[in-house]
């Protein structure tokens, strides 16, 4: 069997995608009905192309509303290669050159140009802009409305398809970014996205991220027919039990239960950009899967940096990141994931030296010493922790002085975490990290110093410039640990302390 395919449409708004994959496969992807109650065939913007060969594609027609590259990076994703439009009589725009450089980003190098609408302008000038924008690829004029060039298009794309190796063996756990959710009636919930890695078939357990949450498999589509096994690559609808709809999102990814997949809030990753390097700790919107997050970008030597993310990703080390600029929007680059739950860290020849062998894939022992632990009393490691108690650990590291509660955490990591020493028990409700409970520990000192040797919540709450509810359980934590001892309403340095 031939590796399922998928083809992402690209360009500018109105060069002709919609049309041009309605000429192509018979199939109008702004008309397929949001939702449809005969079965888990709903394929938003989902085409299937007959090649000469006979091989067939999956297309992914972008949709064009002001979200698009957005969509685009979602769908783009999963897609093995590019169906560029530029038209004949507007030629390279704006969009044109995104697209081009989400393309690059996601490292989708394979694909073919159309210069559309030749029969409304002579397509040379878009001929050649086009050579400029995707140098290597295949350019063929067409027009969607009188049929010209359809055919020499469809044998470009049949050697385009053959270039490219797909994902079918892609090994590992299932994994599946989830790009929409809906129930059918009679069905119950059914989630659709491409399948980036493993299989998946009925019956199968599978956990959904981040949450953690456990669902089976009752049945899988690929292209409206029901199928045993969907691989990856396969572009399928998945139902699911055990799982209320509104318990999932676009954005949740689903995976085999137990795999090294897990939320992160921190990625090292290898990246380019097409016009000048951001500036260190800049701010940017970065897209993995179907999710996205804000994120500051912390540079670490080379084409190396930290992303140090405001909402967690599911990522693994290789897979591919957009860098999008928040305000005005714009593609910046991209690259590719190194390690997907490093440590929060600045540059060191230590890490340069690491990741330079990751990037290079070979293995990289670890070289970077652990911090070390930084509260006496905390006992060693007695386990390794799972990259999820890893992803929790960076949550927490994070939320510094202002943690989640409890209720938010999954107990079992929780657990794991305090048993590491890696997150310390402050209140009823609430754990710190210890790095977090440090730094609050040393402003207490400072404070109380500061005012005669005592200090009261309010002083604390005004010096973390955080809420009473944490300020509150910090000295309490302090005054359990003798750090201090409450006197009516201060709380006094213990003199054996500071
Ligand atoms: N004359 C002509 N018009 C076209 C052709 N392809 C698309 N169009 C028109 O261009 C407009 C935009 O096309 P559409 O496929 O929706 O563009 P999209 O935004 O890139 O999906 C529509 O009005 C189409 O009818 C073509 O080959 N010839
Ligand atoms: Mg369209």
Redesign the pocket.
């Known amino acids: 069997m031939t590796s399922p395919l998928t083809l992402g449409?690209a360009g500018h708004?109105?060069h002709g995608?919609?049309?041009l994959v309605h000429a192509l496969t018979g199939t109008d992807?702004?008309r397929l009905p949001q939702e449809q109650t005969r079965g888990i065939s709903i394929e938003l913007g989902y085409a299937s192309l007959e090649l000469p060969s006979g091989r067939r594609l999956s297309v992914i027609?972008?949709?064009?509303h002001e979200r698009f590259v957005r969509t685009m990076v979602a769908g783009a994703t999963g897609i093995d290669l590019y169906l560029m439009t530029i038209a004949s009589d507007d030629g390279v725009m704006l969009q044109t050159r995104e697209h081009a450089a989400v393309l690059r980003a996601l490292g989708v190098d394979t694909g073919v140009v159309a210069v559309t609408k030749a029969d409304l302008a002579d397509p040379s000038r878009a001929i050649a802009e086009a050579g400029e924008v995707h140098p290597g690829a295949e350019v063929v004029a067409v027009s969607a409305r009188t049929g010209f060039g359809l055919e020499s298009l469809c044998a470009a794309l049949d050697r385009a398809a053959a270039r490219v190796s797909g994902r079918a063996d892609a090994p590992g756990p299932a994994r599946l970014h989830i790009d929409r959710a809906f129930t059918i009636r009679g069905a119950g919930t059914v989630v659709t996205g491409t399948l980036w890695s493993g299989r998946l078939a009925a019956g199968d357990r599978v956990e959904r991220l981040p949450s953690g949450v456990r669902a089976r498999v009752r049945a899988v589509q690929v292209h409206d027919q029901p199928v045993e096994l969907a691989v990856a690559g396969q572009r399928v609808a998945v139902n699911l039990t055990g799982v209320a709809v509104s318990e999932v999102a676009r954005g949740d990814v689903l995976v085999t239960p137990d795999s090294e997949l897990a939320p992160t809030y921190l990625i090292d990753a290898q990246l380019e950009f097409e016009g000048g390097e951001p500036e260190h700790g800049q701010r940017v919107q970065v897209h993995h899967g179907t999710r996205e997050s804000a994120a500051r970008l912390t540079w670490l030597g080379g084409s190396f940096w930290q992303v140090r993310l405001e909402r967690p990703l599911i990522a693994l080390a290789g897979d591919r990141v957009v860098i999008r600029q928040i305000a005005p929007p714009d593609t910046l680059g991209g690259g590719t994931v190194l390690d997907a739950h490093p440590r929060k860290h600045g540059p060191s020849r230590e890490l340069l030296v690491r990741l330079e062998r990751l990037a290079r894939d070979e293995p990289a022992d670890e070289v970077v010493p652990e911090p070390p632990v930084p509260c006496d009393d905390v006992p060693a490691s007695p386990e390794p922790l799972t990259a999820r108690q890893r992803a929790l650990e960076q949550q927490l590291r994070d939320a510094g002085l202002e943690p989640p509660p409890d209720a938010e955490l999954d107990p079992d990591d929780l657990a794991a975490l305090r048993a590491a020493g890696r997150a310390i028990r402050v209140s009823r409700t609430l754990h710190y990290h210890p790095d977090a409970l440090r730094e609050a520990r040393n402003r207490v000192i400072a404070t109380a110093e500061r005012s005669g040797g005592a200090i009261t919540l309010s002083q604390l709450r005004d010096e973390l410039g955080t809420s009473r509810k944490f300020a509150q359980a910090l000295l309490e934590h302090f005054d359990s640990e003798r750090l201090t001892i409450r006197r009516e309403d201060v709380h006094v340095l213990r003199r054996n302390q500071g």
Do not use: F, Q, R, S
């Open positions: 449409t708004i109105d995608k919609t049309a992807t702004d027609d972008v949709p064009g």
